[in-house]
């Protein structure tokens, strides 16, 4: 099916420009994981691997930033580089609230879950593949990330593995429902808890093809539900971290935000920091090993859409 003419302000790498004309499949990814989620050069690596990974299965990778106020559908594998080199605090984390800001200013920027999701949707692509998308902080109720806001108003499936356990899970799930959000576990009948492959908690449905993923994303945008999908993908068993290391690690990790007085947009990137350095690094293998998967998966999705879309 032909998608319909994208935004003046969203600039398209050619192939995937054609790619969204034609209808063929496209798996956007985000960019603050490369600027605030990992250090160079994990970070880089990790970002072209997902790419590669979208490729393996089929799809066309779409890795979504800012660059020097230019939104831009598709990052060379160069503009991709720049960002994962840029110091720390010179790229603007990009949620909602922060696109007009970033466009005006001419910044760069890198967008979260709910940016990429923003922008994405604006460019005609039905499928995001990520890691973990935030949520409800623990000890801070009120500390609501705008990625599970914007799940409730913008049409596209996120495929990630949960939310990381540094955050509050059970109200995680809450303001999901509140928000209208269907959770599917591909695989799993429990959310993933990023790190580990279950936190136990049940979700809303079952599945384990990606057949089936798309014909619910079908379903969604024939019902014009207007809003989010999540699909939610265990880290592999052979990458997950033990339980027991992840809670001590995310335990003293949020104690010490606490202490040092982290707060809005800093939080999520200095507990992530942390909780790497306090299991030295056997996270961060968890963390690439699932994102790596999560891209194959979206590959496998955006493909199974494609053609039921086509036929
Ligand atoms: N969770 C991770 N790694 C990440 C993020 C979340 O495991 O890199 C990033 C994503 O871009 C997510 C953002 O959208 O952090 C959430 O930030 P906040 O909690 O400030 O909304
Ligand atoms: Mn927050």
């Not at 890198?110 to 990520?130: C, D, K, P």
Request: hydrophobic share 45%; charged share 20%; net charge negative.
């Amino acid at each position: 099916m032909t998608q319909t003419s994208p935004h003046p302000d969203l600039h398209f790498r050619d192939d995937v420009r054609d790619a969204l004309h034609e209808g063929r499949p496209v798996v956007a990814l985000e960019s603050t994981l490369i600027t605030h989620g990992l250090p160079y050069p994990a970070n880089l690596e990790t970002a072209l691997a997902m790419e590669q990974a979208v490729r393996a299965a089929g799809a066309l990778p779409a890795t979504i930033g800012v660059l020097k106020g230019r939104i831009t559908v598709g990052l060379t594998e160069g503009e991709i580089e720049y960002l994962a080199q840029r110091p720390g605090g010179t790229v603007r984390k990009c949620s909602r609230r922060d696109l007009a800001l970033a466009v005006a200013l001419r910044e760069d920027g890198a967008t979260t879950v709910a940016g990429t999701m923003i922008v994405a949707a604006m460019a005609g692509i039905r499928v995001f593949a990520t890691g973990g998308i935030g949520g409800v902080h623990r000890g801070h109720p009120f500390d609501v990330s705008a990625d599970l806001i914007e799940l409730g108003r913008t049409p596209i499936a996120v495929v990630c593995s949960g939310a990381k356990s540094i955050l509050d899970l059970p109200l995680t799930l809450e303001v999901l429902e509140t928000q209208g959000v269907p959770v599917i576990g591909f695989g799993t009948d429990t959310l993933p808890a990023f790190y580990t492959r279950s936190s136990g908690l049940p979700i809303d449905a079952c599945i384990d093809t990606a057949d089936q993923a798309a014909r619910i994303i079908d379903a969604a945008l024939r019902l014009n539900a207007g809003h989010g999908l999540l699909f939610t993908v265990p880290v592999p068993a052979e990458d997950e971290l033990p339980a027991d290391a992840a809670e001590r690690a995310i335990e003293a990790a949020t104690r010490e935000a606490d202490e040092q007085g982290i707060h809005g947009k800093a939080v999520t990137p200095f507990v992530l920091e942390r909780v790497t350095a306090l299991t030295e690094g056997q996270s961060r293998k968890a963390n690439v090993a699932l994102l790596k998967n999560n891209a194959r998966v979206g590959g496998e999705i955006a493909v199974a859409l494609a053609g039921l879309r086509s036929g």
